[in-house]
């Protein structure tokens, strides 16, 4: 920890602080980051949560803006050292066009770049995905992979697309000066799934098997293995990642590491259940009901009813070739390259992450009778 003479000194910014992940970093920072005076959360919709962080030790700002106006993003940086950019279009459904999937996470992230360049800060850690690697377009599978694992990382989607274009301005802009003269020290996370208190695809998954009658029907072969991770631990790893990015500089700049904890490996929907089950809700199947061609047929017939209904209303189910792809290969990663790098240690247990997941579904469970 700080010792006194360095206590509250530094000013930190979070984009995109009001999400899933973000609310987790913010949260984090405020318990976890001694030498913290100012956390300036930005984001495009401000949560009504932020009022009760503004009592505390730390300045709290809450700033509403957009990523993609250079201008808002200068304004935010300016005087931070240390930025953490979350801010992102999270949309494998459909929801949003490519074009704006871009233009936040690919322009925003270079807006948030130049920002620091301009402004002089030196510290940037960015949350990529597991996306930028894959999986890819051919389905092929990553087993227990680490940040040197060979993968031919191939994509077509809009979304991976944005993130691998966006990783790589930030990984490039290190070591370029910044005003003063310093260079810049940037390096990127991959988180593999996230989960945990808040994650929308779960609520989802939650809510449409109470529709179902309080089952969920098995669509994906439980051999396929997805890579998860608990939303704690990532938070603890951007904020150690910030701590450490002035110390370590040589060592961490220019870096990705793959955001990893003692989560099991297990299919999609299977570890799904992991909170679902215990909250009243049944997969039912070992082996998907419907043969994988009817899938491919009825992810194709909602990307022509997206398509169709597009003017009337936004229809975007969590079947689509790019989900049922996802879902259907397996995607792990094995690594120790943060513990080796900066000391990483994932401060939930498996045990303590489903049990304060499995509590927030209960509660929403409670907040719906
Ligand atoms: N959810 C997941 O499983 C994973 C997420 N990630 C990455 O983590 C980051 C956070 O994702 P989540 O918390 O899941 O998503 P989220 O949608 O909950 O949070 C993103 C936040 O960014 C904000 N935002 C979006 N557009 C903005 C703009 N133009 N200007 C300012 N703020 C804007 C949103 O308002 C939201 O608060 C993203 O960069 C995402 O790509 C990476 C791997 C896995
Ligand atoms: C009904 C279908 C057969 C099952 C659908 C499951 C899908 C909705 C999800 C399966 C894999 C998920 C993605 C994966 O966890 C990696 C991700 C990383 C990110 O950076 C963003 C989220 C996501 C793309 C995630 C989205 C949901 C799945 C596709």
Request: proline share 6%; net charge neutral; glycine share 8%.
């Amino acid at each position: 920890m700080a010792d006194s003479a360095q206590a509250q000194k530094l000013v930190y910014l979070v984009t995109g602080g009001c999400g899933f992940l973000g609310e987790h970093v913010v949260r984090m920072l405020l318990q976890q980051e001694p030498q913290l005076r100012e956390l300036r959360i930005f984001d495009l919709h401000l949560g009504p949560w932020l009022e009760e962080l503004k009592t505390g030790p730390v300045q709290v700002t809450a700033i509403q803006g957009d990523v993609t106006q250079a201008h808002e993003v200068a304004a935010a940086v300016a005087g931070a050292h240390v930025v953490i950019h979350t801010a992102g279009l999270v949309d494998v459904f459909g929801k949003t066009s490519p074009e704006t999937i871009h233009e936040v996470n690919v322009q925003g992230t270079r807006n948030v770049i130049e920002a620091c360049v301009q402004t002089g800060t030196r510290f940037l850690v960015y949350t990529s995905s597991m996306e930028v690697v894959g999986p890819n377009i051919k389905g092929q599978p990553f087993y227990r992979g680490n940040e040197n694992t060979p993968y031919e990382a191939v994509h077509r989607h809009p979304y991976p697309c944005s993130k691998a274009l966006a990783e790589q301005l930030v990984l490039e802009a290190n070591g370029r000066k910044v005003l003063g003269g310093l260079p810049l020290v940037t390096c990127a996370l991959r988180p593999t799934g996230i989960y945990g208190e808040g994650h929308q695809i779960m609520r989802d998954f939650y809510h449409q098997g109470l529709r179902l009658g309080g089952r969920l029907f098995r669509a994906i072969p439980a051999s396929v293995e997805h890579g998860r991770v608990y939303v704690g631990n990532v938070a603890w790893m951007h904020v150690l990642v910030a701590r450490e990015l002035e110390h370590r500089a040589a060592l961490m700049g220019g870096q990705v590491y793959f955001c990893y904890d003692n989560s099991p490996y297990k299919s999609y929907e299977d570890f799904n259940m992991e909170f679902l089950g215990p909250c009243g809700l049944r997969l039912v199947g070992t082996r998907p009901l419907l043969p994988y061609w009817l899938l491919v047929f009825l992810a194709a017939l909602n990307v022509l009813l997206q398509w169709l209904l597009r003017p009337l209303l936004l229809y975007a189910p969590l079947l689509n070739p790019y989900t049922l792809a996802m879902a259907n290969t397996t995607f792990t990663v094995s690594t120790d390259k943060a513990r080796r790098h900066f000391g990483y240690e994932p401060p939930f247990s498996w045990e303590e992450s489903r049990t304060r997941t499995i509590r927030w579904v209960q509660a929403m469970e409670g907040s719906a009778q």
